[in-house]
């Protein structure tokens, strides 16, 4: 079964409304299962024009995971504090089953 990453960029617009957030998604995501694989990045744009301020990738074990906590009790209740200070988006992935090797 493949795995399941949130995938955000965003910039922060209000720090002290989205230290509302940012206290408690870590622990909210990992009672989902969530593991921070980038948090906080810049990433180093290599091709193409884009101007990402922050970046984080949390994995899950499948995609249906990272729906359950985004559809969360427990994460709507902080996603205003978070829709209230930032810019940007947020998006659900799914990788590659293992042993795939098509690109």
Known sequence: MPKGYLVAEFEV???EEFEKYRAHVGAISASF????????ATPEVLDGEW??????????DS???VRA???SPEYRAIL????ASTKGHVLLVTGADQGDARQ
């Open 13 to 15: 617009t209000d720090t």
């Open 33 to 40: 299962g969530g593991t921070y694989v980038v948090r906080r």
């Open 51 to 60: 101007t990402p301020k922050r970046f984080v990738v949390i994995a899950f």
């Open 63 to 65: 995609p249906e995971q």
């Open 69 to 71: 906590f985004y559809d």
């Open 80 to 83: 205003p504090h978070r829709l």
